[in-house]
């Protein structure tokens, strides 16, 4: 507990980062340029995949940091990280598969000329 | 603590006494908690995001659906709820601060550090709290047909008006029927502003106007428009007046929008709202000495693990509610 003042640099440090990833994607979200939200990969456009990945990083900073995952044992971080990403990236693939399944079904029965 | 452990481990891996997660019980079930807390929102992101991809070709975008900033007018997408994700990530550091401070045993830095914290709840809650109103109290207002799509309408220049702006003087002598006039304790929701009626004729009046779908063109990213002169088969079809958002039907387009957003923004909302109770308990206990006489501040972390869930909760809840 001796490293009082740079524990407080670190915080301040990962505010830096978490604010300017925020910034980064409001700024994204209002420009939306073009050339990123026309691109399509993995069933999404590119821009969702950034967006997607920026939260990612935020996610990991806050709970390695705030949180303080980093300073824990490495058993109990991978006991919690794991599991709770693992069974999420399962549950959403299951569930986006299947939404878009749902899409080609529906889009076959709406008309929008009248 | 640490010598009452010393004083009864035996030795062995398996005499007991030993911890091999380095956790004491209170975080490690706090951990548990926020765990399963995470799969209860992964599971209502993950039916959100089930049906935004089933409906991924008429979805209501959020840019223009969150245009407002309190007290300003205009459209200005998104600058408020950013506003309100920095408040929460900021009120997530004041936590972190308070946690570092109580390390070291200063109490003051402690109270200070978790008023902050508070306070910035406070305010994230409030701003959610103006952007729910502002989003069931409806800004331009819409009509829907009887398959429950939602036409909006659009001036030469491409910007949506509001019904009002170019709806018809009333002309028939419809009022709201309350249990006390009309039909004997027959009561009713309050009436739209204008109606249907009004709406059709202001429409045939206004050549400039335009009919906006809920469909996206999947090239331009923009809702596919109507022409004026092939308005009416569409018009025909026309069943209310909806103006606003409730969990049956809203102005911005899909009712599903609007049930998500209140239901996940709504449990996250809770979330910071008992969230600041125990704060506010804590904070309490920090300034009386509690954790003082205890001799640690482990009960000052314990709720900032939760603190901290709650500003990444929110971290999830806006990018796919408000960015993608």
Not at chain 1, 75 to 99: D, H, N, P
Not at chain 2, 37 to 64: C, H, N, Q, V
Not at chain 2, 87 to 97: C, G, Q, R
Not at chain 2, 253 to 278: M, P, R
């Amino acid at each position: 507990m001796t490293a009082a003042t740079s524990h407080k640099a670190l915080i301040w440090k990962v505010f830096g980062i978490l604010s300017v990833i925020t910034a980064v994607e409001v700024f994204l979200g209002i420009t939306k340029p073009a050339f990123l939200h026309t691109v399509y990969l993995a069933g999404t456009n590119l821009l969702n995949i950034i967006f997607l990945v920026l939260t990612l990083v935020k996610a990991y900073y806050i709970a390695w940091f705030f949180m303080h995952l980093a300073d824990e044992k490495k058993g109990l971080r991978r006991a919690i990280v794991w599991t709770v990403f693992f069974l999420i990236l399962y549950l959403a693939t299951l569930l986006l598969l299947e939404g878009d399944y749902l899409r080609g079904i529906e889009i076959n029965y709406t008309k929008w000329n009248y | 603590m640490e010598a009452n452990d010393a004083a009864t481990q035996t030795t062995g891996s398996w005499s007991g006494g030993n911890k091999p997660l380095g956790a004491s019980y209170g975080k490690m079930m706090m951990w548990f908690f926020i765990m399963s807390d995470a799969l209860t929102f992964s599971g209502f992101l993950g039916a959100y995001g089930l049906m935004r991809f089933k409906f991924l070709d008429t979805w209501p975008i959020a840019d223009e659906v969150f245009t407002h900033i309190p007290f300003i007018h205009g459209d200005y997408p998104m600058y408020y709820v950013a506003f309100m994700t920095f408040v929460l990530i900021f009120s997530s550091v004041t936590m972190v601060l308070a946690v570092d401070a109580g390390h070291h045993l200063k109490k003051g830095k402690v109270i200070f550090y978790m008023l902050l914290t508070i306070i910035g709840g406070i305010i994230f809650l409030g701003s959610q709290a103006w952007e729910w109103s502002h989003f069931i109290g409806g800004d331009k207002g819409a009509i829907q047909l009887n398959d429950g799509k939602i036409i909006q309408f659009i001036d030469a220049k491409g910007h949506q008006v509001k019904l009002e702006d170019f709806a018809a003087a009333k002309t028939d002598q419809r009022v709201r029927h309350t249990s006390s006039k009309g039909i004997w304790n027959v009561s009713e929701p309050a009436l739209p502003p204008v109606s249907l009626e009004q709406v059709i004729t202001g429409f045939k009046a206004h050549p400039d106007l335009q009919l906006r779908l809920e469909k996206i063109d999947s090239k331009t990213k923009e809702k596919l428009l109507v022409p004026h002169q092939d308005a009416g088969s569409y018009l025909a079809n026309a069943k209310r007046v909806v103006i606003g958002a409730n969990l049956e039907v809203n102005e911005y387009g899909k009712t599903l929008f609007g049930d998500f957003f209140f239901f996940i923004t709504g449990f996250h909302g809770f979330h910071v709202f008992s969230g600041i109770l125990i704060n506010i308990i804590i904070f309490f206990n920090v300034i009386i000495g509690t954790y003082e006489r205890r001799g640690h501040y482990e009960m000052v972390e314990k709720v900032a693990l939760y603190w901290h869930f709650v500003d990444l909760v929110w971290v999830f809840v806006f990018t796919f509610f408000y960015l993608v």
